[in-house]
């Protein structure tokens, strides 16, 4: 494969890795920069690779992404999909490497639940020492302390004075039917507010509350009753928080007394729905309306939380404390957990045994969870959120005067994206060119997500801890993906 890379992956944890091209010189690897140092030639070192990939292939039964790919249609259902045909075999911090040995700079963070980057140390050890203790016990039957631990630190870390108490479940979806299931039983009410183009997750209650009904509500219905959506401010797009409010105050009147409406649930910044940030203005008008109907809000983090955005949590940069608030991905660096942190007068609310699940805060998902917050903290990804996102958005603003099909350029933090039109027009979505520049990119080996109402919306959720150099590196293939779909469109 002309252009591709091998690696040779060494069994020992702190040895180097041999990236090595198909000119025949290797690289030696040690972190995110890699520095060619040689040729390989037909000596050791080329019998060693050959031996090594040999056996790694051997060992696991991987052929090739063509195969695998094959093997998939058979064994998956299509309603899973997959924006790139390649098949992981391993990654480190920012980068991935497929079964074929290339590698890829991954921007998407398997869809930010890497803000710790892929296998970050301290994570990799806090997994390793729970493994020697205890898998599994089920917190309803025998408790243990690291699910304790980690509920006071997210307690202490949420937005607001008032005391604060968190449920743990696995799912993102799961966090956010148990918010509204506490919510509902907190105000015996039954009605939910949600906004167009939010996104809680592909279970069925789940997308109900999801304002995009292609794929992930078409042909699922009936839905959860009373739920209502109103529109979410989009500059770009002149929806105003004016909008909003208004279509709240004619819900009010036209659909449902506020009376009868439990929660309204927002996402800070649109996740699935464009990375459009909900404007302070709103959040705080919101804040309003819930203190004065007696309705719960809730803030759902869980793609924008855990450093994303250049706060712990999105909703900090508009001074508004929720009542409830649901986190998943980045809690845990990878492995499955979500949680509900709200207000503990609400939280109390439901009766003993009314909440929880099998799996709900694991002890390895919980030590990984304590893991994050050490390393958040220690390697102030914080502030290298706004650090990465200031570095991205100039780029992409210059890349925005070469290529004209971007029509805009946005970012909360290191939660950043690009909106691809034609013409230069925001009514003109161009999710043609988006489909196109996500595999050109996956060809050069760069991994970028798209989203959006309209599937015209490039993502980037590089890891917090991307050095600068991959940062670069990144960049400048996204500008040879842009050239070759840009020329693409020209000539069609």
């Known amino acids: 494969m002309p252009g ?68 998939r249609q058979n064994a998956i259902p299509r309603g899973v999909s997959n924006s790139l045909a390649i098949y992981a075999e391993r990654a480190a911090n920012a980068e991935l490497w497929d ?26 050890e806090a997994l390793a020492q729970q493994l020697e203790k205890i898998t599994h016990a089920c917190f309803q039957v025998t408790p243990y302390e690291s699910y304790v631990a980690l509920a006071e630190k997210l307690n202490e870390a949420a937005p607001g004075k008032t005391p604060k108490k968190t449920l743990f479940l696995t799912t993102g979806a799961e966090a956010v039917e148990n918010a509204i299931k506490i919510a509902r039983f907190h105000t015996q009410r ?10 809680h997750g592909r279970t069925l209650a789940c997308i109900g509350l999801t304002g995009k009904v292609k794929p992930y509500k078409a042909g699922f219905g ?32 036209a659909d449902i007394d506020p009376k009868r409406v439990a929660a309204i649930i927002i996402e800070p910044v649109l996740g699935e729905g464009g990375f459009y940030a909900a404007p302070a203005e709103l959040l705080r008008k919101l804040r309003e309306v819930c203190n004065q109907h007696g309705i719960v809000l809730i803030a759902d983090e869980v793609q924008s939380g855990f450093g994303r955005t250049g ?88 890349l925005q005067a070469r290529f004209p099909g971007i029509g805009e350029v946005r970012n909360s933090g290191a939660m950043v994206a690009i909106e691809l039109v034609r013409n230069g027009r925001p009514d003109a979505p161009d999710p043609a060119t988006t489909r196109a520049l996500v595999q050109a ?16 919306i490039i993502r980037f959720l590089a890891p917090l801890t991307i050095s600068d150099a991959l940062l670069k590196e990144g960049f400048h293939l996204l500008e040879q993906a842009l050239d070759e779909v840009t020329r693409a469109a020209s000539t069609a």
């Open 4 to 71: 591709a890379f091998v690696i040779l992956g060494w069994p020992i944890l702190g040895w180097p890795l041999l990236a090595v091209a198909a000119s025949g010189h290797f690289a030696e690897s040690r972190g995110p920069a890699t520095v060619a140092t040689g040729s390989l030639g037909t000596g050791p070192f080329r019998a060693e690779l050959d031996a090594s990939r040999a056996s790694r292939r051997k060992g696991t039964g991987l052929t090739s992404n063509a195969d695998l790919q094959a093997r």
């Open 99 to 124: 079964v074929e040995g290339r590698r890829y700079i991954d921007f998407g963070s398997g869809i930010s639940v890497l803000n710790t980057g892929h296998l970050h140390a301290k994570v990799k």
């Open 190 to 199: 039954a009605g939910v507010i949600a906004f167009t183009g939010g996104f």
């Open 222 to 253: 009936p839905m959860l009753p009373e739920v209502y959506h109103l529109p979410f401010p989009m500059a770009y797009h002149g929806v105003t928080v004016e909008h909003a409010l208004d279509a709240l105050g004619e819900l009010f009147k």
């Open 311 to 398: 706060r712990l949590f999105a909703i900090e940069h508009a001074g508004v404390e929720p009542d409830l608030m649901t986190v998943a991905k980045s809690i845990a660096g990878g492995v499955p957990l979500s949680a509900v942190i709200g207000k503990a007068d609400i939280m109390d609310t439901p009766e003993a045994g009314a909440l929880g699940g099998t799996f709900a805060g694991s002890p390895l998902a919980c030590a990984a969870g304590l893991a994050v917050l050490e390393v958040i903290h220690h390697e102030n990804l914080l502030q290298r959120a706004n650090h990465i996102g200031n570095f991205m958005s100039s780029r992409l603003k210059g």
């Open 441 to 456: 990119a996956g060809r050069r080996g760069l991994i970028l997500l798209s989203c959006g109402m309209n599937a015209n």
